[in-house]
């Protein structure tokens, strides 16, 4: 497998960028917002992914390990091949998508390019046990595995709530992030504050 490759940004093609490692330049297939923000000249580092096939083999690059293991999720989904998952990871960035499968948001998902209903149930049936709720929707913030999971639920149940009422994936996010975590909070406290925070967005 190769990991990663550490080499000079060369260009952008028609579905990545080219990057040149030794002397070698290789074709990386990469997400439009990966590629946007490199400079041609500067030396890189991406997290890749091998596809190997029949007829086929080709690279695909992440900017974090962590980027790279979501794709490597998405396809042990029964339908998700990698140019489909890369689409996917495209239109969605990886905390969005991790949130979107915790809180069961189809809507969300099946706006990404050729992932309809049914591909998008299966995929949070799928990959639900697969994130970390408290760490995606606290952005990390919970440090005491005593009051983690009381934490989990509340600001879980609470961005499931903002998008039951009609706020985007990324809205509910951004929201409860800003709650700053405590003892005792409960879902009740981390919804009224994170109304206030989507009043100021």
Partial sequence: ????????????????IVVEAGGVGYGI????ALASGLSQGEEVKIYTYFQ?????????????????????????????????????????????????????????????????KKTAEKLILELKDSFDAAEVITGGKNE???????????????????????YSSSEAMKA???????DGITTEDVLQEAFRHLAAF
């Fill in 1 to 16: 497998m190769i990991a990663y490759i550490r080499g000079i940004f060369e260009e952008i093609t028609e579905d990545g």
């Fill in 29 to 32: 297939a990469v997400s439009p």
């Fill in 52 to 116: 190997v096939g029949e007829d086929t083999q080709k690279l695909y690059g992440f900017g974090s390990r962590e980027d790279r293991r979501v794709f490597t999720q998405l396809l042990k989904v029964p339908g998700i091949g990698p140019k489909l998952a890369m689409g996917i990871m495209s239109a969605i960035d990886t905390d969005e998508l991790k949130l979107a499968v915790i809180t069961g948001d189809v809507k969300r998902l099946s706006r990404a390019p050729g992932l309809g």
């Fill in 144 to 166: 005491s595995t005593g009051t983690a999971l009381v934490m989990e639920d509340a600001f879980s149940e609470a961005a499931q709530a903002l998008i039951a009422l009609g």
């Fill in 176 to 182: 409860v992030r800003k709650v700053e975590s405590r």
